[in-house]
């Protein structure tokens, strides 16, 4: 057996597990740990980030980036609390995260020490796994299990560690068992269920199919299955990229990240084919819709709506077995229709984008970020109204790939992100899309991304407005009370930090400041950018309700939500007049 620091063969078990970077901020709780890692710098690399909540979220980021763990580490007391909000992240997410957090020396325990606090039962609710190691043995094995946990349950693992323990001489020498990252495990498919299900879409009028997370990695059984029988898709938010962005079939989303034609084709359906996802907002979908839920979780059958079907597969072996049964639909009306739809929703968007006259708008900000993106291209996203124009603008019709908080969603999680898909990332071109009001919570660990030469493009929508809340306070007719925010130069701070720091104000300025950004690629830069982009503010359309249709909506409710949003009924008939035209 070989002698070391119980911190250092922490470090090596890492290592085994083909970890090479983790985020915290030392203290004197976890010093020990630390230098754990120091001792194993050449293969595991400690990105000290300004706050641990950035770290958290980048680790959680890393999670749904890559599929591989990400650690962050904090010490007792503030440092635990801190990385609170972004391990609620990867929980609500489930996603493997692994927080080692620090404790006062044994020694100290429970004489009510400075900083020293009861952390097991903080982090019970967030962690699957949580333990606090008693002596210096364990902590090699605990951090192992810790690890085999979060996988085994794509959960939160915590591991408490009391300093003076970490720092003491063991015997490691290593474990043989296998470090599976993935555990093998799915469903037996029932090929009378596909057949039965190919029948039902075969006889449906206006069938759709709906793919959620589940779809990852399958992207061509979704498109072979949509084409073969002629549906238009819908995927979740988070599922965004499922199916090629650019594809006619895909309608994208419904909700407020949705749109227009997602919102459409989901309530002009009599047949809805859910697969893989256990979309919370099944239940307001119009009563009498057939509801056939494909999922390989048989606690999320039923879960948010009663289902005429359900069958219990994995997604990607029931679409490639759907696809086998050879049943095909033709190009019906409302199929023509839908495209029709979605040509016009892109039309209007690119509409928006061109005009500054009173203002930069958002959608010209992500038109250009659409046009300069890489097709490998990794983008973070935050949490707010730049998430609405996020997802229907950017492209993932290749080999794109974003994270966000999804279930938990909180504000900040874009530039931890972009930091972390970087470092997964280093030869991607990364992005991250914040509002001001998200930005500003993290803005300091741009030194981050300084200090690690990590030059993430970090683009910042100004509209000094809290505007998502801003939108729910609108339409539940309150004041717009305790929303706006004071403006500040986001490119002269991150100058001022080491950074490049660009602004835009208009269309002219934003095409300056990208094609600085193409240079600076093309020259090598090793610096984070930050594109200041001072936009209009004004509220985004909500596409969770979109009352268009003359046979459902009267007039008055027609033409208040067509003037709230300048949606013109010349360029964005409604689905029903489209199909009437086609006959």
Not at 93 to 103: I, N
Not at 378 to 387: A, M, P, S
Not at 415 to 431: E, I, N, R, T
Request: aromatic share 8%; no cysteine.
């Amino acid at each position: 057996m070989t002698k070391m620091t119980a911190g250092r063969a922490l470090a090596k078990v890492l290592e085994n597990w083909d970890i090479d970077h983790l985020y915290g901020i030392t203290a004197d709780s976890i010093n020990n740990t630390v230098d754990g890692l120091y001792e194993e710098r050449e293969h595991l690399n400690y990105i000290q980030v300004r706050h641990e909540e950035v770290g958290a979220l980048a680790a959680a980021a890393d999670a749904k980036l890559t599929g591989k763990i990400g650690v962050s580490f904090g010490s007792a007391g503030p440092g635990a609390v801190h990385l609170l909000n972004g391990l609620y992240d990867a929980k609500m997410d489930h996603v493997p995260v692994l927080a080692l957090v620090g404790q006062s020396a044994t020694g100290i325990m429970n004489t009510n020490f400075f900083q020293e606090m009861n952390q097991d039962p903080m982090v019970a609710d967030v962690a699957q796994f949580h333990k606090q190691v008693t002596n210096a043995d364990q902590i090699p094995y605990v951090v192992d299990e810790a690890i085999r946990s979060a996988y085994a349950t794509r959960s939160v693992s915590v591991v408490i560690l009391p300093d003076d323990l970490s720092g003491q001489e063991i015997e490691f020498n290593g474990f043989k068992t296998t470090p599976f990252a993935t555990v093998p495990q799915k469903p037996t498919l029932d090929p009378v269920a596909v057949q039965a299900v190919a029948t039902q879409l075969a006889q449906a009028k206006r069938p759709i199919m709906w793919v959620g997370q589940g779809g990852r990695g399958q992207r061509d059984a979704v498109v072979q299955v949509a084409e073969q029988f002629n549906l238009p898709v819908l995927t979740t938010v988070p599922a965004t990229g499922v199916m090629p962005t650019d594809h006619p079939l895909l309608m994208g989303s419904r909700g407020r990240l949705g749109t227009k034609p997602g919102f459409e084709v989901s309530q002009a359906a009599d047949l809805v084919l859910f697969v893989g996802t256990n979309y919370p907002f099944a239940r307001f979908l119009p009563a009498g819709v057939k509801f056939i839920q494909v999922n390989n979780n048989l606690a999320d059958l039923g879960k948010q709506r009663d289902a005429d079907m359900t069958v219990l597969a994995d997604a990607g072996d029931f679409l490639q077995a759907l696809a086998a049964t050879k049943v095909t639909r033709p190009e019906t009306t409302f199929v023509k229709a839908a495209k029709q739809d979605k040509v016009n929703w892109n039309k209007w968007l690119a509409q928006l984008a061109a005009d500054d006259h009173d203002g930069l708008a958002a959608e010209g900000v992500i038109a250009a970020v659409k046009a300069a993106a890489t097709d490998d291209a990794v983008f973070g996203l935050d949490v707010g109204n730049n998430t609405e124009w996020s997802i229907r603008q950017l492209p993932f019709n290749q080999d794109q790939r974003f994270a966000m908080s999804a279930w938990y969603g909180t504000m900040g999680f874009g530039m931890p992100a972009g930091l972390a898909g970087k470092l997964s990332y280093p030869d991607k071109q990364v992005w991250s899309i914040s509002g001001d009001g998200g930005f500003a919570m993290v803005m300091p660990d741009i030194l981050t991304e300084v200090k690690y030469q990590l030059p993430v493009i970090n683009v910042v929508l100004e509209n000094q407005a809290l505007g998502f809340i801003g939108h729910e306070k609108l339409t539940a007719g309150q004041a717009p009370y305790g929303i706006d925010l004071v403006g500040a130069d986001w490119a002269g701070m991150a100058k001022n930090m080491g950074a490049i720091g660009l602004t835009a104000t208009n269309l002219s300025e934003l095409k300056t400041a990208m094609a600085k950004i193409a240079q600076l690629q093309a020259d090598g830069n090793q610096l984070p950018i930050v594109l200041d982009a001072k936009i209009k503010n004004v509220d985004p359309i909500d596409t969770s309700f979109v009352p268009v249709d003359p046979d459902q909506f009267d007039d008055k409710t027609i033409t208040a939500y067509r003037e709230q949003y300048a949606v013109d009924e010349t360029l964005q008939p409604a689905l029903s007049t489209l199909m009437k035209a086609i006959g």
